[in-house]
């Protein structure tokens, strides 16, 4: 929820630049406005994208702007709310649920029927469930991809392991594969930890080690927080915190605090993260060999986190048709060929790409292409509804000290976020 205070700083501060309304240049080109965040290598590729799009549709110009991630929730909402907001704009899954029900995005599916048969067969059928609302697509989806392993290759091989993809390729690669390598490649020099076998990744990104344990958070109709009841799931929980206080192979908030043990430095041997990450490592990683395998498996299942972002047409925009353009060009093959196959920004969303020779190619790291490919088939989605942002703030804040600080433990935990979570689900919505 935005406070005053929040609303008066965001205003000041030139929110509403680059939204004045769409216009025509001299040429005759019909400006459509795009918003979007993301560092400046996400600015370059998504320009490139509109220049690329701009070539083949003379009459359309694409006047893009990002913003800063941090500030672009409360800059969206303000924007929505003012009506004010672009012709088409990126919106996290995390919030999709919660601003599609206030009616600011288009109903897609009238421009979608005047499509070419087999149009929305060719997507992901998991991709198109998240851009859903009351059973219509509202948005398609952009920038899609799952939870799969980083790991440093020079490091398994350093010391004897077999690499994680090589077990998983045999069915070998479970939760005690995985502990095993974490504790096998943690360094110590006396009291002092110099390298990490793990990652201590931030919640949804763990959410499968509670399904794969044939546990869960939630009951399937979003409405109750089930954790403190599901001795699954807090054995997940358990396991999770076990690599912190039992084990000591992930880094605590202090050992990360100077960023000290990143994936990039070498000092880290295996990291949970998103395939949009890849870029990032390309460019950094000079020093070592590396490559992607699959989350580990449990006794109950081989699932990981699958989510992306949705690409929504602004319901008062003055040019649906030329905006949805745009859209279809964004999540259509020519482009989903440079997010994914030539930048690995994303797992592609439709199945002609994913089986193209130039995304199943490559001759950079990540080598294991399929990986991303199986985080599709493996991939389950968050139970995020209209109130996920309230009760993931909920759960963040009272597992802090389970998980960052240490102390409790996780039945107390799972008890506290679930009393706390329930009580705000009863209440009032305040997103």
Same mark, same amino acid.
């Given at each position: 929820?935005?406070? =005053? =205070?929040? !609303? ?15 216009? =025509?240049?001299? $040429? ?27 070539? !083949? ?33 990126? %919106? ?15 109903? !897609? ?27 219509? !697509?509202?948005?398609?989806? %952009? ?101 912190? #206080? ?35 490592? =390309? ?29 929504? %047409? ?9 905006? #949805? ?75 802090? $000290? ?23 689900? $009863? ?5």
């Amino acid at each position: 929820m935005i406070t =005053r =205070r929040r !609303l008066l700083w965001i205003s000041m501060g030139g929110l509403l630049t680059g939204c004045l309304p769409s216009t =025509r240049d001299a $040429s005759g080109r019909t400006t459509i406005r795009y918003m979007a965040w993301g560092n400046p290598e996400q600015l370059q590729l998504e320009r490139q994208i509109a220049d690329e799009f701009e070539k !083949l549709h003379h009459k359309i110009r694409v006047h893009l702007f990002m913003v800063p991630g941090s500030s672009y929730p409360d800059k969206l909402q303000l924007m929505l709310a003012s009506r004010t907001a672009p012709d088409v704009m990126r %919106v996290d899954h995390y919030m999709f649920p919660a601003l599609v029900k206030k009616d600011y995005f288009l109903d !897609l599916e009238p421009l979608i029927a005047a499509e070419p048969k087999g149009f929305v067969e060719d997507f992901v059928p998991t991709a198109l469930e998240e851009c859903r609302y009351q059973g219509k !697509l509202h948005a398609m989806n %952009v920038l899609f991809g799952g939870v799969q392993l980083y790991y440093n290759k020079s490091l398994f091989k350093g010391a004897g392991l077999t690499d994680p993809y090589t077990l998983s390729q045999a069915k070998k690669w479970d939760w005690d594969a995985f502990l095993m390598a974490a504790n096998a490649l943690t360094k110590r020099e006396g009291d002092r930890t110099i390298q990490f076998g793990t990652t201590f990744p931030a919640f949804p990104q763990w959410a499968s080690v509670l399904w794969n344990r044939g546990g869960d958070v939630m009951n399937k109709e979003l409405t109750k927080f089930t954790l403190a009841d599901d001795p699954h799931a807090i054995e997940g929980m358990q396991d999770m915190t076990d690599l912190r #206080w039992k084990h000591h192979c992930a880094p605590t908030p202090s050992d990360a605090a100077l960023s000290a043990f990143t994936f990039e430095s070498g000092k880290i041997a295996m990291h949970w993260g998103w395939a949009g990450e890849t870029p990032r490592f =390309r460019k950094n990683i000079k020093k070592f060999d590396w490559d992607i395998a699959p989350v580990p498996t449990g006794p109950a299942g081989d699932a990981t986190v699958i989510k992306g972002n949705q690409l929504v %047409v602004y319901q008062h925009t003055e040019h649906p048709e030329l905006a #949805w353009e745009f859209v279809k060009y964004m999540t259509g093959p020519e482009a989903e060929l440079i997010l994914g196959a030539k930048w690995r920004r994303c797992v592609p969303t439709r199945l002609s790409v994913q089986q193209h020779p130039e995304y199943l190619k490559t001759d950079k790291p990540p080598f294991h292409t399929d990986v991303f490919l199986d985080t599709v088939r493996r991939g389950r989605t968050l139970p995020i509804d209209a109130r996920y942002q309230e009760w993931a703030r909920e759960f963040n804040s009272a597992t802090d $000290s389970l998980f960052n600080v240490g102390g409790i433990t996780a039945p107390e935990a799972s008890r506290n976020a679930t009393d706390k979570i329930n009580a705000l689900l $009863s209440g009032e919505e305040g997103f």
